[in-house]
Nanobody, 121 residues
């Protein structure tokens, strides 16, 4: 019903920048919150940043001041601008979205397939 497709991951040197995007498509009536999570090998998935449909945001303490989340509601897309990247930011990054589909009375959370970010010299 709903697909989330991430793009923009890759290999970057410490101090560098990357911009991730996540586009939602399908039978979408509305999208509430959208977010980015990450998971490093051997660690639990953790919230990186989240944005509501009213553009309220919250960030993990480890990325505050370096990462910025934004969204384009017309395109059903959420972005994550990552600056001053550190080796400890290396992880698989996953987006999610809380979506109301046509014909549904409840929202449901969907996940993307993930994109790898590697910060290394």
């Amino acid at each position: 019903q709903v697909q989330l497709v991430e793009a923009g991951g890759g290999l970057v040197q410490p101090g560098g920048s990357l911009r991730l995007s996540c586009a939602a498509s399908g039978s979408i009536l509305s999208i509430d919150a959208m977010g980015w999570y990450r998971q490093a090998p051997g660690k639990q998935r953790e919230l990186v940043a989240r944005i509501t449909n009213g553009d309220s945001t919250n960030y993990a303490d480890s990325v505050k001041g370096r990462f910025t989340i934004s969204r384009d509601n017309a395109k059903n897309t959420v972005y994550l601008q990552m600056n001053s990247l550190r080796p400890e930011d290396t992880a698989g990054y996953y987006c999610n979205a809380n979506v109301r589909t046509y014909g549904s009375v409840w929202n449901r959370t969907y996940w993307g397939q993930g994109t790898q970010v590697t910060v290394s010299s």
